[in-house]
């Protein structure tokens, strides 16, 4: 990494600032040519960390905006190396003919993700940190937003550092007993090894159980609609959207297929599919559509089994009750609030809404909240953000698992702690310390340029 790379910070859109962002040994160097301070001299000058004011110069000379400018020394910065920036206007122009001055200067253009996979490579976070970047920067709601900013200090990487320290001396423990045995080391007792196996892989379970509302974060939880014809499935998915994105009519079975949609319910993401509503046809159309529901239904992380409140019930009614009761998770609503003759069902906890008032919708809100908020993940927990993390979690605990029930089973040392050497290699991809090239590539892959 002895080049020197720049970017926007800033999308190239019209706004109010845009950031040029250089880094890499000539950084400074290379803002300096292209910025003129208002009291003269050069931005070297100015001390480390502290904007100044002045012109950006394009490729010819030319004053070409007023901007602040700042240069920060090495390591003490994101990516570890000397770094610069330039707050432009957020002219699309400006930010394109400043970033062709300092190529001029010899910097080239950085690739997505270059400046946080040099942090990594530099040592200014570790994989998992450099991972929470990306998430924070993609998350679609606030509570994904704080969980991958809860792992920019590193809790998780921390924790798999100490378990990897303590596999290691565990692993160093029984090669000095076996490769230097006249050096009379402390005799190796295989069943001494089990704490720390079991301990690990209670560790890693709990860490792996923590993606599973990493998912839900991220990519929104799968809710479906379900109901009778006319029960008010489709009218309850606008009100939750805020917009009319659902045909709706007095005609039964005017949904004949799934339609999907994304809408936010406080701190979570709902990713919403309307269905047909279950009842029995001799249209073969609407009997496709009823079968796609049953299967929606069967994949959903929540069911939203919407019943007509106003309206006596009937066998689809019954069957929608039962799939409630089936389901993970389920929220039993009773639509029409407004209407005469509405009521709530006895001995059934459910809740009460009128698409057309909004009536209710805040209650079903706080109670979608409530089942995706079970309160055992403190602030600062250690949490797995992806799938290549909670695969590499995975194997390490199957790993040490293998080597506790060899121990256990008698067999040799060497061939149990085999095992314990994979898990090592498994969390050393967790926070990068042994990870390919290409994997790197592909990770850092999803980053934006400039970041």
Excluded at 94 to 112: H, I, S, W, Y
Excluded at 218 to 233: E, H
Excluded at 247 to 257: F, N, Q, V
Excluded at 267 to 275: G, I, P
Aim: a negative charge.
């Amino acid at each position: 990494m002895t080049d020197t790379i720049a970017a926007a910070a800033t999308p190239l859109l019209p706004s109010a600032i845009g950031i040029l962002r250089v880094s890499g040994p000539g950084a400074s160097a290379a803002a300096a040519a292209v910025f003129r301070p208002d009291r003269g001299g050069s931005l070297t000058d100015a001390p480390p960390r502290q904007l100044v004011t002045g012109q950006l110069l394009d490729r010819e000379g030319r004053v070409l905006d007023r901007v602040m400018a700042m240069w920060s020394p090495a390591p003490r910065t994101y990516t570890g190396e000397e770094t610069a920036e330039l707050h432009c206007h957020g002219s699309p122009a400006v930010l394109t003919e400043g970033l062709l001055a300092l190529f001029r200067q010899g910097v080239r253009q950085a690739q997505p993700g270059e400046f946080t996979r040099r942090a990594f490579l530099n040592g200014r976070m570790d994989l998992m940190q450099a991972e929470a970047v990306a998430d924070l920067l993609e998350a679609p709601t606030a509570a994904g937003a704080r969980r991958a900013a809860s792992q920019l200090t590193g809790p998780a990487g921390r924790s798999l550092q100490q378990l990897s320290d303590e596999l290691t001396e565990l692993l160093a423990h029984f090669h000095a007993v076996v490769d230097y045995p006249d050096e009379d080391p402390e005799p190796f007792e295989p069943a001494e090894a089990l704490p720390v196996l079991d301990g690990a892989v209670r560790r890693l379970e709990v860490l792996r159980r923590s993606f599973d509302r990493s998912r839900l974060l991220r990519q929104g939880i799968r809710t479906v609609v379900v109901g009778r014809p006319n029960a008010g499935k489709s009218s309850l998915m606008n009100a939750l959207l805020g917009r009319d994105r659902v045909l709706t009519s007095p005609i039964p079975g005017t949904t004949r297929d799934v339609v999907e949609d994304t809408a936010a319910a406080g701190d979570l993401l709902l990713r919403l599919t309307d269905t047909a509503g279950l009842r029995d046809s001799d249209d073969p159309l609407e009997q496709a559509g009823v079968a796609r529901s049953r299967e929606a239904a069967a994949q959903a992380d929540l069911l939203l089994a919407v019943i007509d409140g106003a309206a006596p019930l009937t066998e689809e009614d019954d069957e929608i009750l039962t799939l409630a009761e089936q389901a993970p998770k389920a929220v039993l609503v009773y639509t029409k609030a407004d209407l005469p003759g509405f009521a709530l069902p006895e001995g059934r906890e459910a809740v009460a809404v009128s698409s057309l008032t909004g009536q209710g919708l805040d209650v079903l809100i706080s109670r979608i909240e409530a089942l995706f908020s079970d309160g055992t993940e403190p602030e600062g927990a250690e949490l797995l953000l992806n799938a290549r993390q909670e695969d590499a979690a995975r194997r390490a605990a199957e790993a040490l698992s293998a080597a506790a029930a060899g121990i256990r089973a008698g067999v040799t040392p060497d061939a149990a702690l085999s095992d314990a050497e994979l898990a090592l290699e498994a969390l050393g991809e967790l926070t990068g310390r042994s990870l390919r090239s290409d994997v790197l590539d592909t990770i850092f892959s999803r980053f934006c340029v400039g970041k």
